[in-house]
């Protein structure tokens, strides 16, 4: 795993400089922008998968708070490259759907702990 997040942290580094290189140089389309906060998104589903992992191994234990947070992460990831033309209107209100699921998984996941905690 920290060889894959290594690697893609290189294609991140390739891509920036590659962009930043063409002409005009310095400047951004916004669709490389996209490509790069893609880029940065999936290397933080990277990281937080390796905590997960990490965290497993250490306490033998599944920790749903992030696990939930992976999936915030990569849904979140999913919205700020959709590209609106290709999905339908079911398709987009389902991923609304699923953000506000995760959202409220997330939310009660951590009030219960917090009432644990008291």
Not at 40 to 47: A, R
Not at 62 to 81: D, M, N, P, S, T
Not at 93 to 118: D, K, N, T
Request: no cysteine; proline share 2%.
């Amino acid at each position: 795993m920290m060889g894959v997040i290594a690697l893609s942290t290189l294609e991140l580094a390739w891509i920036i400089a590659k962009d930043i290189v063409t002409p005009p140089i310095l400047l951004l389309e916004v669709d490389e922008l996209l490509e790069i906060f893609g880029f940065v998104l999936l290397i933080l589903i990277g990281v937080e998968l390796l905590e997960t992992i990490k965290a497993y191994l250490r306490d033998n234990v599944v920790h749903v708070e992030i696990v939930l947070e992976v999936a915030l992460i990569a849904i979140a990831r999913k919205v700020i490259v959709l590209d609106l033309s290709k999905y339908d209107g079911v398709s987009v209100l389902a991923m609304a759907a699923l953000i506000i699921a995760l959202a409220g998984a997330f939310s009660l996941r951590v009030l219960r702990r917090r009432s644990r905690r008291r």
